[in-house]
C-alpha cells in the first residue's frame, strides 16, 4: 500500500518541504517557507499538508552531531506535536543531521540565489530519502 509523505525540513528563517511515496520512492521539493518560526509556519505549514493531503509528514529532527538532543530538538518536536494537532495527520521525527550538508553537493554549480531559494526544499528531500531508505 502506497503512502503519500511530505518532508519538513523545519528552519528559523525558512522551511523546506518535500512531498513523496513509499512506492516509486520518488522525492521531489515543493517550496521553502521563507518566514520565522512562529504561528504563522505552523498555519502555512498545516495549510500545504491539507492541500496535498498525505498519509504522514517527515519532520527533521535537529540532533547533535554525537546524536544527543538539545533546545533546537524540543523546540521541534513541540512543532510536530502542533502540527500533528492541527491537521490530525501523524508526524514522524527523523534525523536530520546533514541533511542541509547534502543539499549543498548536490546544488554545487547553481548560482547563489537558486541555492538560497530551493536548498530548504532540497534538504527536505534528503529528509524524506533518508527516511524512505531507513524504513
Known amino acids: 500500500m502506497s503512502e503519500r509523505l511530505l518532508a519538513v525540513d523545519l ?11 513509499t512506492v516509486s520512492g520518488t522525492v521531489v521539493p515543493l517550496t521553502v517557507l521563507a518566514m520565522d518560526r512562529n504561528d504563522a509556519l505552523l498555519d502555512a505549514v498545516a495549510a500545504i499538508v491539507r492541500e496535498h493531503g498525505p498519509d504522514a509528514v517527515i519532520l527533521g529532527l535537529p540532533l547533535n552531531m554525537d546524536g544527543a538532543e538539545g533546545p533546537r530538538a524540543k523546540l521541534t518536536r513541540d512543532f510536530g506535536e502542533a502540527l500533528a494537532e492541527a491537521t490530525g495527520i501523524q508526524v514522524h521525527m527523523h534525523d536530520e ?29 534528503v529528509l524524506l530519502e533518508s527516511w524512505l531508505t531507513g524504513r
Open 11 to 21: 528552519g528559523d528563517r525558512r522551511t523546506g518541504i518535500a512531498a513523496g511515496d
Open 97 to 125: 543531521r546533514l541533511t542541509s550538508f547534502e543539499a549543498e553537493q548536490r546544488m554545487r554549480g547553481t548560482s547563489r540565489r537558486a541555492k538560497k531559494e530551493h536548498a530548504d526544499a532540497v534538504a527536505a528531500c
